[in-house]
């Protein structure tokens, strides 16, 4: 399974950018899916996610401004950013419980995408 990035790059303040994150390989479903992001000298941290009951979660400093969405057809989640700030310059990684069939039955791995660079100038 392979969860690969895309969308990232540089844009002024005010602006808007939107990540894809596309899941791939022998995926019988996917529970939790979602954006992370780690800026220089600070732990990576939740921005946004589907719960596995399909309800959204925001950290508080881009309530308002980003919105997740996901196509489940195409194994593939969204995540669009308006009003950017400086502050939000980080790599952002993708996120996702992937449900895969072993010879034990259904099991469910943690996987991450190898991160995309989003930098805000001011």
């Known amino acids: 399974v392979q969860l690969v990035e895309s969308g990232g790059g540089l844009v002024q303040a005010g602006g808007s950018l939107r990540l894809s994150c596309a899941a791939s390989?022998?995926?019988?479903?996917?529970?939790?899916m979602g954006w992370y992001r780690q800026a220089p000298g600070k732990q990576r941290e939740l921005i946004a996610r589907?719960?596995?009951?399909?309800?959204?979660n925001y950290t508080d400093a881009v309530k308002g401004r980003f919105t997740i969405s996901r196509d489940n057809a195409k194994n593939t989640v969204y995540l669009q950013m308006n009003s950017l700030k400086p502050e939000d310059t980080a790599v952002y990684y993708c996120?996702?419980?992937?449900?895969?069939?072993?010879?034990?039955?259904?099991?469910?791995?943690?996987?991450w995408g190898q991160g995309t660079q989003v930098t805000v100038s001011s």
């Open positions: 589907f719960t596995s009951g399909g309800s959204t």
């Open positions: 996120n996702a419980g992937v449900v895969v069939v072993t010879i034990e039955g259904r099991v469910e791995y943690d996987y």
């Open positions: 390989g022998r995926i019988s479903s996917i529970n939790a």
